[in-house]
């Protein structure tokens, strides 16, 4: 459900230095090894995009081993997505992407200004390994996440309001709930 919760999480330091990331994800239609980038569009790899907020608990990221996409990105309903599926075209997407947290614009970009394309997303990642299709593939958060706010930084709290917004897809809303001890 795109209007749903997440959990910050119960026990001694999961529910601290929880942070938003807004992200275009890609969900792949077709499995794919060892695609081309001119290939991935065109050859129909790609089903669609949709939002997500790739909720990071910043401590376990830095601390529980893992490295960055370990622990502190994989704590139940971390991750949520939606709130539809926008299907793929032949062109890579140039979509505004915003996240606001409380109605504050947190992050604002476009998906043209990505580092990678989502082409050379999933080209790269089918390099030796099979995408099969319903994989779902985050492409990076655009700056402005709340650990490197100028300031200090801002963590998420029980009760904040959390939108990833992205032109016609429409925006994930969420809500931040702690988990009882």
Excluded at 63 to 84: A, F, V
Excluded at 148 to 176: F, K, M, T
Aim: aromatic share 6%.
């Amino acid at each position: 459900d795109a209007n749903d919760r997440f959990s910050l999480g119960a026990g001694a330091g999961l529910n601290a230095h929880v942070d938003y990331e807004g992200e275009l994800a890609i969900v792949i239609g077709k499995a794919c090894r060892n695609v081309s980038e001119a290939e991935v569009l065109s050859g129909g790899y790609i089903l669609g995009y949709t939002a997500a907020n790739d909720v990071t608990q910043r401590h376990w990221q830095r601390n529980s081993g893992g490295d960055q996409w370990g622990r502190g990105k994989s704590l139940d309903t971390y991750c949520p997505m939606g709130p539809c599926l926008l299907l793929a075209g032949l062109q890579s997407p140039d979509l505004q992407i915003s996240t606001l947290v409380n109605g504050e614009v947190r992050q604002h970009s476009r998906t043209s200004d990505m580092i990678f394309n989502v082409s050379a997303v999933v080209s790269w990642l089918s390099r030796a390994t099979t995408l099969v299709p319903g994989t779902v593939i985050l492409t990076g958060t655009p700056s402005g996440v709340g650990y490197a706010r100028e300031g200090g930084p801002s963590w998420l709290a029980e009760g904040d309001e959390v939108q990833v917004c992205i032109e016609d897809i429409g925006c994930l809303n969420n809500n931040v709930t702690c988990e009882p001890q």
